[in-house]
C-alpha cells in the first residue's frame, strides 16, 4: 500500500506541473476566443453598415432615374402588369410581386432602411 500513496503523490505532482505550465496557454486560449468573438462581432456590424450603405447608394440612384412622380408611375405599371399575371396564372406574378415590394422600399416619402 506503501508504494501506491507514492505513486499517487508522484502522479498528483506531475498532474499539478502541468497545470501549472499550461495555465498561460490556457489563458491565451481563453483571450484568443474573446478577441475571435468580439472580431465575428465587429464583421456582422460591418456586414450589416455595408448593406445598408448598399441599399442608400440604390435608393438614390434610382431616384435619379425616376424622380417622385415617375417612380409612382412606375410602381403603378408594375401593378398592373402583376395583376394580369395573376388573372392568368403565371408562375412570373410571384417575380414580379417581389420586384414591386422591392421598389416600394425605394419611395421617397419612406425610409429605405
Not at 26 to 43: G, N, V
Not at 59 to 84: D, H, I, R, T
Not at 85 to 109: G, H, M, N, T, W
Request: aromatic content about 8%.
Amino acid at each position: 500500500m506503501h508504494w501506491d500513496d507514492e505513486l499517487d503523490k508522484l502522479i498528483r505532482r506531475e498532474r499539478e506541473r502541468k497545470r501549472w505550465e499550461e495555465k498561460p496557454l490556457h489563458d491565451r486560449i481563453t483571450q484568443l476566443e474573446a478577441a475571435l468573438f468580439d472580431a465575428q462581432k465587429e464583421i456582422r456590424h460591418l456586414w450589416k453598415e455595408k448593406w445598408e450603405c448598399y441599399e442608400r447608394t440604390q435608393a438614390v440612384a434610382l431616384g435619379q432615374v425616376f424622380p417622385g412622380p415617375e417612380l409612382a408611375a412606375l410602381k403603378k405599371v408594375l401593378e398592373e402588369a402583376w395583376l394580369e399575371l395573376v388573372l392568368v396564372a403565371s408562375p412570373k406574378a410571384q417575380a414580379l410581386s417581389q420586384i414591386i415590394q422591392l421598389l416600394e422600399r425605394y419611395f421617397p416619402d419612406q425610409n429605405p432602411q
